[in-house]
C-alpha cells in the first residue's frame, strides 16, 4: 500500500516511515522538508495520489494557544479534504491519552478540534491516543521551569518509550478503520514529578523537581488519573529504566 506520513520527519514520523518500509509498503514522509505543507496545502495533492492511507503525526511549531489551535484546525481541514478529493479510504492521527480531560489546556484544546474534525469528515479514520513520550522529558520539565525549580503535580503517568507509540501507529496504519479510538501505555506507572526528577538526574540536569498538587501541565489542572488510560489500553514493550540505559549509552 502506499501510505502517506504527514510529519514523516519527525519523531515518531521518521520511525514509522521506516517499520512501514520493512513491511514492504511504499511509505511517503511528508512535511515541509520534502516541500508538503499541510497549513497551506502546498504539495498535497501530489503527495497523495494513489495513497490508500495517510498517518498524521504531525505537531505544531508553536504550542502558543492561538497558533497551535490554527495549526491543528487549518491543517487538519486541509488535509482531509485533500484526501477526500484523492479517494484515500483510511485516516490515522497520533493524539494523546486524557486528550478530553485537558481542555484548560490551548494545546489540548487544539488536539480536541483536530480529533472533532476527522471524527466528522466522511473518511473512514482511527485515532491513537498514547501516553507522554520517554523523549518528552525535557519538553515537560521545560514548561514546567520556574528558574531552578520544577514543579509538577505528583499524579500518575504511564509514559512509554517513542518506538513503542510508532509501532502501535503502524499496526493500526495496516489494519483496517477503527471509526474509533485506541489507547497505548507504557508498561508501568510512576508519578509525573518521580519520573521527571529521575529523566532529569540521568542527564545531570541539576534543576531542582517539586511535587506541587496545585502545578499545571501544559496549562490543565491534572487529576490523580488524568494522563494515565483505560484498562484496555494495548501496552507497550519497553520500560524506562532500560530505555534511559540504553539512550545514555548511544549519547556516550
Ligand atoms: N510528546 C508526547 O509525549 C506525545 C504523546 C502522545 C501523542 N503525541 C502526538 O504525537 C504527534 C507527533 O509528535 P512528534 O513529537 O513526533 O512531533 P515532532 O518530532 O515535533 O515532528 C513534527 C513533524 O510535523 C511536521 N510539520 C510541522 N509543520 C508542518 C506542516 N505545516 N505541514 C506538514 N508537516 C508539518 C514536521 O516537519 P518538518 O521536519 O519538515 O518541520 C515534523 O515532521 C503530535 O501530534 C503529538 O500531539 C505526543
Known amino acids: 500500500m502506499k501510505i502517506v506520513v504527514i510529519g514523516g520527519t519527525g519523531l515518531i514520523g521518521s520511525k514509522l516511515v521506516t ?16 516541500g508538503v505543507d499541510t497549513l497551506t496545502g502546498a504539495g498535497l495533492a501530489e503527495a497523495l495520489k494513489d495513497a490508500s492511507v495517510v498517518v498524521d503525526v504531525s505537531n505544531s511549531p508553536s504550542f502558543e494557544d492561538t497558533a497551535v489551535l490554527e495549526f491543528f ?3 487538519t481541514g486541509n488535509l482531509l479534504a485533500a484526501e477526500q478529493a484523492a479517494g484515500v479510504g483510511h485516516h490515522v492521527a497520533l493524539s494523546v491519552v486524557g486528550t478530553e480531560r485537558l481542555s484548560e489546556s490551548g494545546y489540548f484544546r487544539a488536539k ?20 507522554q513520550f520517554f523523549e518528552f522529558v525535557k519538553s515537560i520539565a521545560a514548561a514546567a521551569t520556574d528558574g531552578d525549580t520544577v514543579r509538577l503535580a505528583p499524579v500518575l503517568i504511564q509514559p512509554m518509550a517513542a518506538d513503542d507509540v510508532a509501532e502501535a501507529v503502524c499496526r493500526v496504519a495496516v489494519g483496517s478503520p477503527l471509526m474509533g479510538t485506541v489507547e497505548v501505555a507504557g508498561p508501568e506507572q510512576f508519578r509525573l514529578d518521580d519520573f521527571i526528577r529521575a529523566g532529569l538526574k540521568a542527564h545531570q540536569d541539576p534543576r531542582e523537581v517539586i511535587a506541587d498538587r496545585g ?5 490543565a489542572e491534572l487529576g ?3 494522563l494515565v488510560p483505560g484498562d484496555l489500553a494495548q501496552i507497550g514493550e519497553t520500560h524506562f529504566e532500560d530505555w534511559l540505559a540504553e539512550s545514555l549509552a548511544v549519547k556516550s
Do not use: N
Not at 471524527?119 to 501516553?131: D, F, L, R
Open 19 to 34: 517499520k512501514l518500509a520493512e513491511r514492504g509498503h511504499e511509505a511517503l514522509a511528508a512535511s515541509p522538508a520534502s
Open 73 to 75: 484546525e487549518t491543517s
Open 215 to 219: 502545578a499545571r501541565y501544559f496549562g
Open 112 to 131: 480536541i478540534a483536530q480529533e472533532k474534525l476527522i471524527k466528522a469528515a466522511p473518511i473512514p479514520y482511527s485515532i491513537v491516543h498514547a501516553t
Open 224 to 226: 490523580e488519573r488524568t
